[in-house]
T-cell receptor, first 117, second 113 residues
Framework: DTAVSQTPKYLVTQMGNDKSIKCEQN?????MYWYKQDSKKFLKIMFS???????INETVPNRFSPKSPDKAHLNLHINSLELGDSAVYFC????????????????FGPGTRLLVL | GESVGLHLPTLSVQEGDNSIINCAYS??????FIWYKQESGKGPQFIID?????DKRQGQRVTVLLNKTVKHLSLQIAATQPGDSAVYFC????????????FGKGMKLTVNP
């Protein structure tokens, strides 16, 4: 009964390849996110979707393309992988997008550890 | 003790002591703050939150203090246990064109038995 799940947990691939990471939440939340955590543990938002609509795109290279087939799923496709893409990618979800006065507690998945060789 | 540098800041405490983890946030318009705990190999886990109209909130063994004047947030953990060893992040909810959480650098708490 995992609330936010991601697959795969580990991903090792060669530079230049294309890969996808999948995320699913069973919390009934409207909003989902992708974060990147670097080797120094710095956690930075990449994208956010609310009810399948993109609402945040934080100056991420075009090689990264999120897709939300429905509000319970948010996948991340990465083209032409580079060494600098090596990181842990976290998916998260929240009840809603956190407009003024409303809480935006985000619940995180276990992470996908991507290593680009 | 506490160290800040190129590496993740670290706080080492003895089991049973109280721990205080500090965080400076950036935006005076932020209206909501959250503390997360991240254990090794896992995703961040919600601990406690506080709205900007409060200056203190208590949970089970944890207390969050908010000082808006100096844009400072702290997490106090009472009677620290080995299971509290983790990286702790503060996050602020920034209002604006696109509401989002901005995370602080993180502080690694090590509890020595």
């Amino acid at each position: 009964d995992t609330a936010v799940s991601q697959t795969p947990k580990y991903l090792v691939t060669q530079m230049g390849n294309d890969k996808s990471i999948k995320c699913e939440q069973n919390l009934g939340h409207d909003t989902m996110y992708w974060y990147k955590q670097d080797s120094k543990k710095f956690l930075k938002i990449m994208f956010s979707y609310n009810n399948k609509e993109l609402i945040i795109n934080e100056t991420v290279p075009n090689r990264f393309s999120p897709k939300s087939p429905d509000k319970a799923h948010l996948n991340l496709h990465i083209n032409s992988l580079e060494l600098g893409d090596s990181a842990v990618y976290f998916c998260a979800s929240s009840q809603d997008r956190g407009l003024a006065g409303r809480r935006q507690t985000q619940y995180f998945g276990p992470g996908t550890r991507l290593l680009v060789l | 003790g506490e160290s800040v540098g190129l590496h993740l800041p670290t706080l080492s405490v003895q089991e049973g002591d109280n721990s205080i983890i500090n965080c400076a946030y950036s935006n005076s318009a932020s209206d909501y703050f959250i503390w997360y705990k991240q254990e090794s190999g896992k995703g961040p886990q919600f601990i406690i939150d506080i709205r900007s109209n409060m200056d203190k909130r208590q949970g089970q063994r944890v207390t969050v203090l908010l000082n808006k004047t100096v844009k400072h947030l702290s997490l106090q953990i009472a009677a620290t246990q080995p299971g509290d060893s983790a990286v702790y992040f503060c996050a602020e909810n920034i209002q604006g064109g696109s509401e989002k959480l901005v995370f602080g650098k993180g502080m690694k708490l090590t509890v020595n038995p």
